[in-house]
């Protein structure tokens, strides 16, 4: 069975009164990180309880009920963005384990790349599974192991799975936060004035319930919070740091800073390297709303050309790439953007994005600014071509829907029907991202660019391979 794909947003919070509802607050704030389920599970001295449900955030807890009655001092939330095929509610996160020892919920952002394996193996030790997420392997991990502390049986199940993972886990006396020994995914730590700690995928989320920042959690890293206080400890000391730069390009919110770089100034930086890198003729430059406009900003500025807003983004519309089918995604993107014609019309234009991924929005807003009057449109990609598959817990896990893979660059232009296109050079978006460490391309992955994943695939091996030969 394939596994499903979780790309999501984390929330935690340890020592509050009202733990359900500052997590609600920090979810909302992460809503871009997922829109197919919401979910709490709270701690009320000891005894855990939980509300979760499909849709916005908003819709899940629509009745205060709902979050009234998840009282209690300690907290963990998950918004959760999955690929086609999620069969409801089942899937929705944050899980809750009953046990006759105890509770225990668990919330996951990432994508396991052992998960079909592993899954197999504990079913055949008589482990029985309530959903197709990967989430649940750890939970079986943990009570299959054979350690006599809970943290050592987490710490030991962790140092089974692979792939890329941020976890909360809440038990009735503790919070527990761990990040993938390559931290894939952003996980920021906080606390609140009245000492609560709070854990959460962006520190935009810190910044919306009025946590200061404390710190990352580091690749291999197990953070314990419990009344006693705050400790850090390791499950692995084989870390090399590869932090997703599709967090930097496209994923994250840009008021969030991630390893300490803000991600609307990295975004400026891709820009500006990009305007650098191709100098293009032009009138305006124009960013596609809402994840370009950093990117088009850092464009106009290095080129000196004016910065104009020639489209608008219809606010109320989800995200397009959440739509499972490819003629759903294209009537997305029609009711998502419009030109502006007095803007447009008579201009040359640049058009700034940050990703081409099948080529659906680049070939319908290059056809929506040339309808509004636009006498060229040049498109500028603030990031390199997408040409691998992301086994991480990016939603691109077939080399066929990656228009980069199958076409060349002329190809693109053509089928996009743009006057020229440029993409950011790999080396262009390093420097721009501007992380100083000493891990392959400065501790980021750049795996859907070059193919160098930073581990192995595991259960994904064989068909990349395959995909290889046929795309
Ligand atoms: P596409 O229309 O398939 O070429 O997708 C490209 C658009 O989707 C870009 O405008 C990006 O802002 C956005 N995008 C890029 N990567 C992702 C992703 N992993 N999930 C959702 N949207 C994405």
Redesign the pocket.
């Known amino acids: 069975m394939k596994s499903l794909n979780e790309?999501c947003g984390l929330f935690g919070v340890w020592g509050h009164p009202e733990a359900s509802r500052i997590t609600y607050f920090g979810l909302h704030s992460l809503q871009h990180r997922g829109q197919e389920g919401a979910g709490i599970v709270a701690n009320d001295a000891g005894a855990l309880h939980s509300h979760r449900g499909l849709g916005l955030l908003s819709t899940v807890f629509q009745d205060d009920q709902s979050l009234a009655q998840l009282s209690g001092q300690a907290a963990v939330g998950h918004v959760r963005?999955a690929t086609a095929g999620g069969d409801g509610v089942n899937n929705v996160q944050p899980f809750l384990f009953r046990f006759y020892d105890g509770n225990l919920g668990m919330a996951h952002n990432g994508n396991l790349t052992n998960a079909c394996s592993m899954r197999r193996k504990l079913e055949e030790a008589g482990a029985i599974f309530q959903s197709n997420s990967d989430t649940e392997v750890l939970m079986h991990l943990i009570r299959h192991s054979k350690q006599t502390t809970f943290l050592e049986k987490v710490k030991k199940s962790l140092q089974q799975i692979k792939g890329g993972f941020a976890y909360l886990l809440l038990n009735k006396t503790e919070m527990i936060a761990a990040l993938d020994p390559n931290g894939f995914r952003p996980l920021a730590m906080g606390k609140m004035q009245n000492g609560a700690y709070v854990f959460a995928s962006e520190t935009c989320a810190l910044d919306a319930v009025g946590a200061q920042f404390v710190r990352d959690v580091n690749p291999g890293e197990i953070v314990i919070v419990n009344d006693e206080g705050m400790r850090i400890e390791t499950y692995t000391k084989q870390t090399q740091l590869a932090i997703c730069s599709?967090e930097y390009?496209?994923?994250a919110r840009p008021d969030s800073n991630i390893a300490g770089i803000n991600v609307h100034t990295a975004r400026k930086r891709m820009g500006r390297k990009l305007a650098k890198e191709y100098p293009i003729e032009a009138d305006i430059v124009v960013g596609?709303p809402n994840?370009?406009l950093s990117a088009a900003s850092g464009y106009a500025e290095e080129s000196g050309l004016p910065y104009e807003l020639g489209l608008v983004k219809n606010q109320y519309i989800q995200?397009?790439?959440?739509q499972p089918t490819q003629h759903l995604?294209e009537q997305g993107?029609r009711m998502k953007l419009s030109a502006v014609r007095g803007v447009v019309k008579g201009r040359r234009v640049v058009m700034v994005?940050?990703?081409?991924?099948?080529?659906?929005?680049?070939?319908?807003i290059v056809k929506l600014l040339k309808a509004a009057g636009a006498s060229e449109v040049h498109v500028a990609i603030s990031s390199p071509p997408?040409k691998y598959p992301?086994f991480y817990g990016?939603?691109?896990q077939t080399r066929k829907?990656l228009?980069a893979a199958n076409h060349s660059l002329a190809e693109i232009r053509q089928i996009i029907g743009a006057d020229s296109l440029h993409f950011l050079s790999e080396q262009g978006l390093i420097e721009a991202i501007g992380l100083q460490n000493n891990a392959p391309y400065s501790g980021l992955c750049l795996a859907y660019f070059n193919g160098d994943y930073p581990t192995p695939l595991y259960d994904y091996e064989k068909d990349y391979q395959k995909s290889l030969r046929t795309c």
């Open positions: 790309e963005y599709m390009i496209y994923f596609v994840s370009s995200r397009t790439f959440i995604r993107v994005d940050d990703s081409i991924v099948r080529g659906t929005t680049s070939r319908r997408l992301c990016i939603d691109i829907e228009i």
